[in-house]
């Protein structure tokens, strides 16, 4: 069966400092790959999304950036976090493919608070 | 383009009340409808979900129609109980588009109390 994990749980950085964040999926080939941030208030804003090693899409300029460096592994980073990054992020895969009604699958998410 | 508008939250109802939530969508062609449920600090898990027009989706006493004349897929439950207290979302993708994202409403929180 397929999983999918993201790591850390929960992140507390000061304003300014970098940030890493990892998701993998196990179990599957090929998938998509999507990073979404919920903010207070504010619903579940797709960041970016993949379909494939080293193809990334942005939805939303801002100061972080995301890559694929292998099939399974996306990683979400900044360089220097702003006080409005904080928010509960969360990953997704769907399998790739047109004739697929495309069902999303979500980590447990990573709560980062920028201080 | 394409977008979800969901009603308003937070709800808050008594244990074994009837609930409804709104979801009307805007999308071109014939897209796949799906309800989403957070439960508290955790990820979003698949509901239901309905792939044309009049399709039912239903799980765990939920239930959705798809109705394409109203644009709508309004959830349902007939008696809600302290566990589905959760952040619903209402989403949608572009049918035969497997690699485009889904659109997701901004979520409606539900809070039964005993």
């Known amino acids: 069966s397929q999983t999918i994990h993201q790591w850390p749980a929960t992140l507390v950085q000061p304003v300014g400092s970098p940030l890493s964040l990892e998701c993998t999926v196990e179990g599957t080939s090929n998938p998509n790959l999507y990073w979404y941030r919920q903010a207070a208030g504010r619903g579940l804003q797709l960041l970016f999304y993949?379909?494939?090693?080293?193809?990334i899409s942005s939805e939303v300029p801002q100061n972080l950036s995301a890559s694929r460096p292998q099939d399974r592994q996306f990683i979400l980073s900044s360089k220097k976090l702003l006080l409005s990054d904080s928010g509960f992020y969360l990953c997704?895969?769907?399998?790739?493919?047109?004739?697929?009604?495309?069902?999303?699958?979500f980590g447990e998410g990573s709560r980062l608070t920028v201080l | 383009g394409n977008s979800v508008t969901q009603m308003e939250g937070p709800v808050t109802l008594s244990e074994e009340a009837f609930l409804t939530i709104n979801c009307t969508y805007t999308?071109?062609?014939?897209?796949?409808l799906f309800w989403y449920v957070q439960y508290p600090g955790e990820g979003l898990q698949l509901l239901l979900k309905?792939?044309?027009?009049?399709d039912k989706g239903s799980n765990k006493g939920f239930e959705a129609t798809y109705r394409k004349e109203t644009t709508s897929f309004h959830l349902e439950k007939g008696s809600v109980q302290v566990s589905d207290s959760a952040v619903y979302f209402c989403?949608?993708?572009?049918?035969?588009?497997?690699?485009?994202?889904?659109?997701f409403g901004k979520g409606t929180r539900l809070s039964v109390i005993a």
């Open positions: 309905a792939t044309k027009a009049d």
């Open positions: 989403a949608l993708r572009r049918a035969f588009s497997g690699n485009t994202p889904l659109v």
């Open positions: 993949s379909v494939g090693i080293g193809q």
């Open positions: 999308a071109t062609g014939y897209p796949s």
């Open positions: 997704a895969w769907s399998v790739q493919g047109t004739r697929l009604t495309g069902e999303l699958f």
